[in-house]
């Protein structure tokens, strides 16, 4: 099975848009939550948006109505969707996939068995 990889990331200005891809060849994303975190400089890995497998999402209060989570089954791809970019969301953004498939208990980290290596979303004022 192949590693998380994430794309989409970028140097934008506050109010713009980003879309984050993620994809892992030889996984099956559509059994698991899925999810996207993000990581300050200088700040511990917080929970963004989470997908189970009945397509049911979550999203972090702070980023509620600007950020949307999906994921296309035929492609094996989860996206996160960013609106409305504010300085504060600068962070490197990585996805995730849980450790048991058709399982949810909570979205802290230690849940998530598989990781990509980060992309980086600078968003300037």
């Known amino acids: 099975q192949g590693q998380l990889v994430e794309s989409g990331g970028g140097l934008v200005q506050a109010g713009d848009s980003l879309r984050l891809s993620c994809t892992a060849p030889?996984?099956?994303?559509?059994?698991?939550?899925m999810g996207w975190f993000r990581q300050a400089p200088g700040k511990e890995r917080e929970f963004v948006a989470g997908i189970k497998w009945t397509d049911e999402t979550d999203i972090e209060n702070s980023v509620k109505g600007r950020f949307t989570i999906s994921r296309d089954n035929a492609n094996n791809t989860l996206y996160l969707q960013m609106n409305n970019l504010k300085p504060t969301d600068t962070a490197v953004y990585y996805c995730?996939?849980?450790?048991?498939?058709?399982?949810?208990?909570?979205?802290?980290?230690?849940?998530?068995?598989?990781w990509g290596q980060g992309t980086q979303v600078t968003v300037s004022a």
């Open positions: 030889g996984r099956t994303f559509s059994d698991y939550v």
């Open positions: 995730a996939q849980y450790r048991v498939a058709h399982y949810f208990g909570s979205y802290i980290t230690a849940e998530f068995g598989f």
